[in-house]
């Protein structure tokens, strides 16, 4: 989990598969509105195969990362399926090929 709080906005990256969440440093005036911006990612190395990455990631202007954390939806991976629970409301995801 990796945050970037700022006065002008917060975001929040969650690897739910164990890679390293870092923040990537554009060059300056990248962004227009704001000259200092941080790009959140998930960094992996990866030998040729089949892999399953699944990451969180949220922004918001006016919370902060701990509190985007806080409304996270729920992630469960299972051999078969990935299962996304937010609100009451789920989504199935099935990692069986067809």
Known sequence: MLNADFPWG???IVSETGQNAELI???SN???FYNLT???AVQ???KPGKHLIVTSAAADFHRNGKELLTG???VKITEHEVVVT???EEIRIS???K
């Open 86 to 88: 937010d609100e009451g």
């Open 44 to 46: 992996a190395h990866l």
């Open 95 to 97: 990692l069986d090929e």
């Open 38 to 40: 941080v790009i959140p």
């Open 72 to 74: 996270k939806p729920e």
């Open 30 to 32: 990248t962004n227009l």
């Open 10 to 12: 917060s975001s929040v």
């Open 25 to 27: 440093v554009p060059f």
